[in-house]
């Protein structure tokens, strides 16, 4: 098995897309990520999942919280900012809850302290525990197969 085929099996795992922020010396930083999942309802802890190379492990090791924030359909372009693959530099207004940068607009905003950290191959694991959130009635962005996706009535299989 090599490291194209493991990729290739793990984008057909539907999700949606978040960006993840924290502050440090008073200086945003964020990140795309959808390794992002809920752990426990008592008390409610989120995980998120940093690789080893990436900026915000050392950012989030500072701060000691974190937040998710949900993208909405109309949000790619933050997704692709976020994860360097638009090269200019951009300035991005943040919002704040709970003392961190959250993205205006996200369908859902959730501020955490990070309560544990689990390294594991290449990526450290924090859980969060949350201490506050947002949410807004919007459509998610979704990525699957290593493409942007949107829930539209056309592609959804409710019918
Ligand atoms: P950098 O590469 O330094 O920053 C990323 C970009 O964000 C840069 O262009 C920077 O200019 C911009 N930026 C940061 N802060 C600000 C600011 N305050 N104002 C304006 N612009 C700013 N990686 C993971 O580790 N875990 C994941 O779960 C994960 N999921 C991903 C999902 C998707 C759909 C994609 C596309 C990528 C994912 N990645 C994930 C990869 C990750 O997003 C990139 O490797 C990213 O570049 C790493 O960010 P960094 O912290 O090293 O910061």
Do not use: W
Request: charge should be negative; charged fraction near 25%.
């Amino acid at each position: 098995m090599d490291d194209r085929q493991f990729r290739q099996a793990m984008g057909k795992f539907a999700t949606g897309v978040t960006v993840i922020t924290t502050e440090v010396d008073g200086e945003a930083h964020g990140m795309t990520a959808n390794a992002f999942m809920s752990v426990s309802l008592v008390p409610k802890l989120i995980v998120i999942s940093v690789g080893e190379r990436a900026q915000m492990l050392e950012k989030i090791k500072q701060s000691k919280k974190f937040a998710v924030n949900i993208l909405s359909g109309e949000q790619q372009e933050y997704s692709m900012l976020f994860a360097g693959q638009i090269k200019e530099k951009r300035e991005v207004n943040f919002d704040r809850l709970a003392d961190l940068p959250v993205l205006t607009g996200a369908i859902a905003q959730v501020a955490c302290e990070v309560v544990n950290e689990h390294v594991e191959g290449d990526h450290t694991l924090f859980i969060g525990k949350v201490i506050d959130l947002q949410v807004e009635e919007e459509e998610p962005l979704l990525f699957f197969n290593g493409k942007y996706r949107s829930l539209t009535p056309e592609e959804s299989f409710s019918k």
